[in-house]
Each structure stands twice: as structure tokens, then as C-alpha cells.
């Protein structure tokens, strides 16, 4: 499974590159707020220091507005993938960007017949939420298994890669990737919080100890 940061925030990006583990980046209009910086050079930094794709949402609801945002912001670099919402407009720039050979991630996708439509419309991805479901006491995860069967069970027409968003744990990014989900896009946070555990640490310390206790040097 791919591992793609959700994120905007330059440093993290740069210091989860250091340690390997970003095979991609998704940005949304909240992050970019979070960051503080201008969307279009955020976007372009990025581009330099990850080759993966980078999701670059638009910021219109209107189909041809989001063909235009979404064909400048594909000139940037040639990694950029196109956010748009799962609407009727933007299921119809989803489908006019794919044509034009430009990477398209559908996003706030909520239930498996959206998904269905992103993927029959050409989709390069299709971003559920399943932190957001679970917020309003439905099973996030179930969306995703529902997908990936639908997506197999047509894998000759649908070329579409579930990319799993709004992870909240490390427990739910081992799950999407029991479930078969392509790609999941983690915030920095839960990639830390996934290498942690109690027991590398107590196990370490005593390896350590031990070590030094031998009197010998490496
Ligand atoms: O990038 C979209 C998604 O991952 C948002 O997550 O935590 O705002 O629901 P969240």
C-alpha cells in the first residue's frame, strides 16, 4: 500500500521524505489554510521535494472553472493530481481532466455508489472519508471494503485506486490495508504514532543496558 501525507506543511513533508515513507502528498483547502501559505507556491514547493503525486484541490464548484484551475495547476509540475469534489460538476471535470490525461482524485467521497461514479468517469483515485463517517456514528471502514470489492469485481473497466483519507489512528491505516485500499493518506502525527510502541522502547532500553553492562566496545 502506498502512503501518501496529508499534509501542507513543508517540514513534515521533508522530514517524512528523510525517513522514506512518502510515496505521495494530499493537500486540501483546510490544510493550505493551516499552513498559512500561498496555495500555488505551497503546491510547487512540494513538487520539488517529493516525485509522487501531489493532490491539489480546486476551489470552485463550477465545472468549467474546476477544468480551468485544475489544467493550470497541472502545469506546475508533472506530478500534480487534481482534487475535485464528488458533485455533478465535478464528476464532469473529473471526466474532462482524465480525458486530457491529467490525474484526477475525487475527493469527499461519502458512499460506494459515489465511488462507482469516479471510477466509471476515469478517476485516477477516489478519496472516501472514513474518520468523518465514523464522526457521525457510522462504520468508516466498511466504505472502504465495499469499494475495493466493487472496484476488483470490475477491475477490467475501472482502473480507479481507493486512496483511504481522513485516517484518524494507526490502527485504522493497518486496516485499509487489510481491506486492500491502494493507498492511504496519513496525517504526519499518525505516521509517528505508528512507529512508536511501548514495548520496542522497554525492549531497547534493556538491549542497551545489557550492552553496556558487557564492558565491550563496537
Ligand atoms: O485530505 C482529506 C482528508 O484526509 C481530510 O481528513 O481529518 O479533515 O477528515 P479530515
Redesign the pocket.
Given at each position: 500500500m502506498k502512503f501518501f501525507i496529508?499534509t501542507a506543511e513543508i517540514e513534515e513533508i521533508k522530514s517524512l521524505s528523510e525517513l522514506g515513507l512518502v510515496d505521495g502528498v494530499?493537500?486540501?483547502p483546510?490544510?493550505i489554510y493551516k499552513s498559512g501559505k500561498d496555495f500555488k507556491k505551497v503546491i510547487k514547493e512540494i513538487s520539488t521535494i517529493v516525485e509522487g503525486p501531489i493532490?491539489a484541490e480546486v476551489t470552485s464548484t463550477d465545472c468549467q472553472e474546476m477544468i480551468a484551475q485544475g489544467q493550470e495547476l497541472a502545469k506546475i509540475s508533472n506530478n500534480i493530481v487534481i482534487k475535485v469534489p464528488l458533485t455533478a460538476d465535478g464528476l464532469m471535470a473529473c471526466k474532462k481532466l482524465s480525458s486530457n490525461n491529467i490525474k484526477v482524485n475525487v475527493?469527499l467521497c461519502f458512499s460506494a455508489s459515489q465511488a462507482l461514479l469516479a471510477g466509471k468517469l476515469g478517476a485516477t483515485y477516489i478519496?472516501p472519508?472514513i474518520?468523518?463517517l465514523d464522526d457521525i456514528g457510522t462504520t468508516g471502514l466498511n466504505l472502504i471494503k465495499e469499494i475495493v470489492h466493487i472496484y476488483n469485481t470490475y477491475k477490467k473497466d475501472i482502473k480507479t485506486e481507493v486512496l483511504a483519507?481522513?485516517?484518524?489512528s494507526p490502527l485504522q491505516v493497518s486496516q485499509v490495508a487489510s481491506m486492500g485500499a491502494h493507498v492511504a493518506?496519513i496525517?504526519p502525527k499518525i505516521i509517528y504514532q505508528m512507529i512508536k510502541h511501548p514495548l520496542t522502547d522497554i525492549g531497547l532500553d534493556t538491549f542497551m543496558n545489557d550492552w553496556k553492562k558487557t564492558g565491550q566496545k563496537f
Open positions: 496529508d494530499t493537500t486540501n483546510s490544510l493532490s475527493t478519496s472519508f474518520g468523518r483519507a481522513s485516517i484518524r493518506t496525517p
